[in-house]
């Protein structure tokens, strides 16, 4: 297995060759097939779609089936997949193999949302190891010649961590790669990420790469994380949310740390959209959305709506043309507010910076009854986690 450095910007994941050490988190609602093809329009990496229930899947349900969808132009195609039993995850795997639907495939232990945890899954599910141990075997063995990576979070809370122990059952069972994002469950995602876990996680893995996420609002960050840490590569999740050209960003910054083109170029490259270029990149979200959603073009403009605070943050624009954007029910009427707003506006710089989508507070994170006397998966709490494999829409977009 080859592990990127600072002279090679690449990233070798299984037979998977990367130009450069990005990956896309996926985020429920978020990382849909119009969000990754409007990523990659601006840079190069590994787009995951979103999570994905291994039961739905394995039922063939239509909501599954529609998230699992690649437009032609996807390659690698990345699916990450949730789930708490063994037998499931592994036909869910099965299937996207079988049916070809696939190049590359993630699980989920990190996602720290209540109706995931409650259950047994998410980041909660580590901590069960032989229960983590088992899907992740049979995950691998289930793939084949398809890489299977996992993404994680530290543990429950500073208490209760797992990623150490996970980590190297996951290596033993053959993953082609293993992510971590710096918080625990029940930080969610407050607070500062704890880039030093993902250092010692590098130093206890060697023969895979280790990927670090958390808190990368820009390629200045991405690049210090792989400094600091010694990590092969970065998950962005938050830090694109209104910025697809983040990924533009990342790709020249990590040519400039590999000697292939100058500081000075990387940041000559780096976006500063004036505000023309952000409608033009929010309509253009909005286009895909609509073929996303086979022609809908209602559908599209109210998912759309969740992602104005996110594109404009920063910018000069006027609280009633904000509502009206989130308020927004066609193309035309998008069209007609944007013909009121001044497309030379420049960028705001530092007020467009930084942290994106709620950071929110520690939490208790809810946990099956008596999930942390033990930390092997005994029947009763196998029986409690059930249910754990129809829970829809969770996410660790770190």
């Known amino acids: 297995m080859t592990a990127q450095t600072l002279s090679d910007p ?21 990382t849909n097939t119009a969000f990754r093809r409007l990523c990659r329009e601006y840079g190069a990496g590994l787009y995951v779609s979103e999570m994905i229930t291994s039961r739905a899947l394995v039922e063939r349900t239509p909501a599954s089936l529609r998230l699992i969808k690649h437009h032609e132009s996807e ?19 099965r299937f996207l193999v079988d049916q070809d639907l696939a190049d590359h495939i993630d699980l989920n232990f990190g996602c720290p949302v209540p109706k995931v945890t409650r ?26 010649e398809i890489p ?12 209760h961590l797992t990623y150490l122990d996970a980590a190297r059952a996951a290596e033993d069972a053959g993953v082609a790669a293993i992510a971590l994002h ?32 958390g808190d990368i609002w820009s390629a200045d960050d991405a690049i210090r994380m792989v400094r600091e840490t010694g990590c092969d590569g970065v998950v962005v999740g938050r830090g694109c949310l209104g910025r697809p050209w983040l990924f533009g960003d990342l790709a020249a910054a990590f040519r400039a740390e590999a000697g292939e083109i100058s500081w000075d170029e990387a940041r000559a490259a780096t976006a500063q959209p004036a505000l023309g270029s952000v409608m033009a990149a929010m309509r253009r979200h909005t286009e895909l959305l609509v073929e996303f959603f086979d022609g809908e073009e209602d559908r599209a403009c109210r998912d759309i709506r969740k992602h104005v605070a996110w594109y ?8 009633d043309t904000r509502r009206a954007l989130a308020a ?35 939490k208790r994170v809810h946990l099956p009854d008596g999930w942390l006397n033990s930390r092997t998966s005994e029947l009763a709490d196998r029986a409690a986690v059930a249910e754990g494999e129809r829970v829809d829409g969770g996410s660790d977009g770190g």
């Open 182 to 213: 710096g918080r625990t469950a029940s930080q969610f995602y407050s607070g500062e990420a704890d880039w030093a876990s993902i250092a010692t996680l590098k130093q206890t893995v060697t023969s895979v790469p280790v990927l670090g996420n």
């Open 312 to 319: 404009f943050k920063g910018y000069g624009v006027g609280g």
């Open 328 to 362: 927004v029910e066609s193309l035309a009427q998008m069209d007609e507010i944007f013909a009121t707003m001044d497309p030379g506006m420049p960028y705001p710089g530092e007020g467009a910076e930084g942290q994106r989508g709620r950071a929110g507070s520690p």
């Open 75 to 93: 390659t690698p195609r990345s699916i990450q997949l949730y789930g708490v039993d063994p037998r499931t995850v592994s036909e869910a795997v």
């Open 10 to 30: 690449r990233l070798r994941i299984g037979p998977l060759a990367l130009d450069v050490p990005v990956v896309l988190a996926p985020m429920a609602g978020i």
């Open 148 to 159: 299977l990576t996992v993404k994680m979070r530290k543990g429950i809370d500073e208490d």
């Open 119 to 144: 259950r047994g899954g998410g980041s909660a599910l580590p901590w069960k190891s032989d229960l983590f141990r088992a899907i992740v075997e049979e995950a691998v063995r289930a793939a084949g």
